[in-house]
């Protein structure tokens, strides 16, 4: 290539890295990321104050705890995803950004569920309505139209962030709620979709989420490898994270089964 095409190239990445500047700020090179923590006042005096009361929670019949312990789990772990270097890389790579989505969908909401249970005893969900919609949210804005969207607006990224948490608490709410048969099926019906959206972004035959193709560039990796590695994440590991979940479930209820049965046989 010549001077001038190589020059054309780096412009045209120039501007397309200027083009996405996401919430967690515009993508990082490998030199800087690790100084890149996001300082969003808004967003540490949210967690500055939900610190104050969750150190501060007193220890009573609706706050246990192993509750307060799973919220204050559930803060750490945004500190990780919206105040950390993580945040800014999430900017630069597509896996890292589903990462971040996994997260947050299979481990702070199930925190944040456990942790506030007392306080969402008269939350009306159907564990196949929530299993519905939680998958149709997890879909939307992994498609590359919405995600792109999200991208280029704090507003929208916001809405994805608040959506995605909100409708996997619902799902986990829900699962914990249903009979451990029901609670299973849920489960492994999230796990079948979750592995196919992993796989169709896996054997995408291009690139599809231009917000990530200069970024990833910059670090010397192609668009389409950081692609295919965000799609098997979410198709192996996320998959694998909701089969754990199922078979836990099934665990717990063998046992509970085994333990109605010697009390059956004691009286």
């Known amino acids: 290539m010549s001077l001038r095409g190589v020059m054309h ?78 945040c800014a890389l999430s900017s630069t790579f597509f896996t890292v950004r589903v990462i971040h989505h996994l997260a947050l969908v299979l481990v702070m909401a199930p925190l944040l569920v456990f942790g506030l249970e007392p306080w969402l005893r008269r939350l009306p969900v159907s564990l196949w309505s929530a299993t519905a919609i939680a998958t149709v949210v997890f879909w939307i804005w992994h498609a590359p ?13 916001a809405l994805m962030q608040g959506t995605l948490l909100a409708s996997a608490m619902a799902f986990w709410l829900a699962v914990r709620r ?36 200069a970024s990833a560039l910059s670090w ?29 479930i099934g665990w717990r209820w063998m046992g509970a089964e085994r333990a109605r049965g010697v009390r059956a046989d004691l009286a």
Do not use: K
């Open 9 to 86: 190239v780096e412009v045209h990445a120039l501007d397309e890295l200027r083009r996405w500047v996401p919430y967690c700020g515009e993508a990082p090179g490998p030199e800087v990321w690790l100084s890149r923590w996001n300082l969003d006042p808004v967003l540490g005096a949210v967690l500055l104050l939900a610190a104050l009361a969750l150190w501060r929670m007193p220890v009573g019949s609706d706050a246990t705890p192993r509750r307060r312990l799973s919220l204050r789990g559930a803060w750490a772990l945004a500190v990780v995803l919206y105040v950390s270097p993580l």
């Open 145 to 157: 139209a919405p995600y792109a969207a999200a991208l280029s607006s704090d507003g929208i990224y």
């Open 178 to 213: 249903a009979a451990p048969a029901a609670a299973m099926g849920a489960v492994l019906v999230t796990t079948v979709w979750m592995g196919l959206l992993g796989a169709l972004i896996t054997f995408a035959g291009r690139p599809l989420y231009p917000p990530h193709f």
């Open 220 to 248: 010397g990796v192609a668009p389409l490898e950081d692609q295919q590695l965000a799609g098997i994440t979410m198709w192996a590991p996320g998959s694998i994270a909701y089969l754990a979940a199922a078979m836990w």
